[in-house]
């Protein structure tokens, strides 16, 4: 999951995106903070599907759940946003550590079905709980501090949250309970005749990507200054999944490079043709029949020749 190249990699594009907000152009602001959020989002997942092997199809849920926490917080209740971000991720990890305590009895395609109507159950909650969410209309008007308010001074908080969670991410991946994570991802018979308490650890990973994905929820619904049900719906999940597939799922930055390159194809298509969504699918399919392990196993295959 982590090795010297891919930390080179981190560090040189946390480096580029350090100059971005010096190149002068607001749309390159926006586009890369849109990018980090989603970066973070799509990494939270790969701690459960690249990780720990355990697919989530509802992950969307936790990242709704954080932006809506969040919303409130600073909102309805005026809390200040260190308090609120921090009460966002509280809560988006004790849902799933609810949701996911009857998730990891299951293996496979149930714990992933099990995940979707859980996700489901969310979106309906977010739906029709309308005097704290807002209904189908979305909770609008965030309340941003201040010093947030200009797009430059929240790419450069953006920037700070999640290189702050990307290297907690990878302490995880490089730790003890990172490798435990990885060995019931290979075997988890052969695991738990280790000692190793399977369901306690994928339990424990659930809460951690949950976390994770609140804390992008919380970035998200400062970002677009509101939090709408359909971010727990399960084409958001189904999203987050490609982005993850795309990048490659069994290494650390597979998640950043697919959701960079998912959302930038997304972009691009829709300024060219109202069918972009068709397009962006097709050159989908090509990408993952091309190559199966990913971008990053592509720059594997790249690098032997090379290094031969």
């Given at each position: 999951?982590?090795?010297?190249?891919q930390?080179?990699?981190?560090?040189?594009?946390f480096?580029?995106?350090?100059?971005?907000?010096?190149?002068g152009?607001?749309?390159?602001?926006?586009?890369?903070?849109?990018?980090?959020?989603?970066?973070?989002?799509a990494?939270?997942l790969?701690?459960?599907?690249?990780?720990?092997?355990?697919?989530?199809?509802?992950?969307?849920?936790?990242?709704?759940?954080?932006?809506?926490?969040?919303?409130?917080?600073?909102?309805?209740?005026?809390?200040?946003?260190?308090v609120?971000?921090a009460?966002?991720?509280?809560?988006s990890?004790?849902?799933a550590?609810?949701?996911g305590?009857?998730?990891?009895?299951?293996?496979?395609?149930?714990?992933?079905?099990l995940?979707?109507?859980?996700?489901?159950?969310?979106?309906?909650?977010?739906?029709?709980?309308?005097?704290?969410?807002?209904?189908?209309?979305?909770?609008?008007?965030?309340?941003?501090p201040?010093?947030?308010?200009?797009?430059y001074s929240f790419f450069?908080?953006?920037?700070?949250?999640?290189?702050?969670?990307?290297?907690?991410?990878?302490?995880l991946?490089?730790?003890?309970?990172?490798?435990?994570?990885v060995?019931?991802?290979?075997?988890?018979?052969?695991a738990?005749?280790l000692?190793?308490?399977?369901?306690r650890?994928?339990?424990a990973a659930?809460?951690?990507?949950g976390?994770?994905a609140g804390?992008?929820?919380?970035?998200?619904?400062?970002?677009?200054?509101?939090m709408?049900?359909?971010?727990?719906?399960?084409?958001?999940?189904?999203?987050?999944i490609?982005?993850?597939?795309l990048?490659?799922?069994?290494?650390?930055?597979g998640?950043?490079?697919g959701a960079?390159?998912l959302?930038?194809?997304?972009?691009?298509?829709?300024?060219?043709?109202?069918?972009?969504?068709?397009?962006m699918?097709?050159?989908?399919?090509?990408?993952?029949?091309?190559?199966?392990?990913?971008l990053?196993?592509?720059?594997?295959?790249?690098?032997?020749?090379?290094?031969?």
């Amino acid at each position: 999951m982590t090795s010297r190249p891919q930390l080179v990699f981190l560090l040189a594009a946390f480096a580029l995106l350090a100059v971005v907000p010096f190149l002068g152009a607001r749309y390159l602001v926006e586009l890369a903070t849109q990018v980090m959020i989603f970066s973070l989002f799509a990494l939270s997942l790969n701690v459960l599907a690249g990780q720990t092997g355990s697919v989530s199809f509802g992950h969307a849920a936790f990242l709704s759940i954080g932006g809506y926490a969040c919303a409130y917080f600073l909102t309805r209740l005026g809390w200040p946003l260190a308090v609120s971000m921090a009460g966002a991720v509280i809560v988006s990890a004790a849902a799933a550590l609810l949701i996911g305590a009857l998730c990891v009895r299951l293996n496979a395609i149930y714990f992933s079905m099990l995940t979707l109507a859980f996700s489901m159950l969310v979106w309906a909650v977010e739906t029709k709980w309308r005097s704290v969410t807002g209904g189908d209309d979305g909770f609008v008007g965030v309340d941003v501090p201040a010093y947030l308010a200009n797009p430059y001074s929240f790419f450069w908080f953006t920037l700070a949250v999640c290189s702050l969670s990307v290297a907690a991410l990878w302490i995880l991946s490089a730790s003890a309970m990172g490798q435990a994570l990885v060995a019931i991802r290979e075997n988890p018979t052969r695991a738990s005749f280790l000692g190793m308490n399977v369901k306690r650890m994928r339990l424990a990973a659930f809460v951690i990507a949950g976390a994770f994905a609140g804390l992008a929820g919380c970035l998200l619904a400062m970002y677009v200054r509101g939090m709408y049900p359909q971010t727990a719906f399960w084409t958001q999940s189904g999203q987050v999944i490609i982005m993850v597939l795309l990048g490659g799922i069994h290494s650390f930055i597979g998640p950043i490079l697919g959701a960079a390159v998912l959302y930038l194809l997304e972009v691009t298509t829709e300024q060219y043709t109202e069918y972009w969504s068709f397009v962006m699918g097709l050159i989908l399919l090509g990408i993952v029949m091309a190559f199966p392990e990913g971008l990053v196993g592509v720059f594997h295959k790249l690098r032997t020749p090379l290094r031969s």
